[in-house]
């Protein structure tokens, strides 16, 4: 009879040990998948912050210039896009669009100098009232100009007199012609890189109040030491 009580009370000790093990098995599981889990999140979500940041950051950028060019923020990263695509830098684009701009303006108020270099290359910089064309529309013009000729010094020349000192980082760009810009900027729509006015607007306040976290968080830290 005590060896049976015995036997009996060893399968219940091996039943409870065995119990034990499945829970603590399943709580291994359980905190491996809830660290899996937890990761995976903050993964997500400082993936997600840094999309927001880069795209308040690019909306920014749009919103600033669109103001210092006078353009459109969806003429701006239309062709923002349509210049990377022929290894032409942003920096370049803008610089030429400022100048461009300047020389229509100075056309408008009478420079000889800068209307021969229109009427070389056979575009119209005056409208009907002989007001300066808007920059957009000239430089569509522009480029099919520049895509007909061949390249030579000359194209250079002609190039950064109404460029500028961008002009000839400005011929890969001009030489798509006016369709083959105008294809990549619907490109660039298709591809979700142009923003609206109020999109940019939303972006520089966003950018803006990152902004000040920063200056706090820096300031916070000036002051601990």
């Known amino acids: 009879r005590l060896k049976g009580e015995a036997g009996s009370a060893l399968n219940a000790s091996s039943t409870v040990a065995s119990s034990l093990l499945s829970i603590q098995s399943a709580a291994a599981k359980a905190s491996i998948a809830l660290a899996a889990v937890s990761a995976v999140a903050s993964a997500t979500i400082g993936t997600m912050l840094s999309l927001a940041k880069s795209a308040a950051a690019y909306g920014t950028q749009l919103y600033n210039d669109s103001q210092k060019y006078g353009q459109h923020v969806e003429f701006l990263a239309g062709i923002q896009y349509a210049a990377s695509t022929a290894g032409v830098g942003y920096g370049s684009l803008t610089v030429g669009l400022r100048t461009l701009s300047r020389n229509l303006q100075s056309v408008a108020q009478g420079s000889d100098e800068q209307a021969g270099a229109f009427l070389r290359l056979g575009v119209s910089a005056l409208d009907a009232a002989g007001k300066a064309r808007p920059a957009n529309a000239v430089l569509l013009d522009l480029a099919d100009k520049f ?26 760009f001009l030489n798509k012609g006016a369709e083959g810009i105008s294809k990549l900027t619907d490109e660039a729509q298709r591809l979700g890189l142009v923003m609206s006015k109020e999109q940019t607007v939303a972006a520089e306040r966003f950018q803006s109040g990152l902004d000040r976290i920063d200056a706090a968080a820096r300031g916070l830290k000036i002051t601990i030491g």
């Open 147 to 172: 895509k007909a000729m061949p390249d030579s010094t000359e194209k250079t020349a002609l190039a950064m007199r109404v460029f500028g000192s961008a002009g000839s980082a400005l011929i890969p």
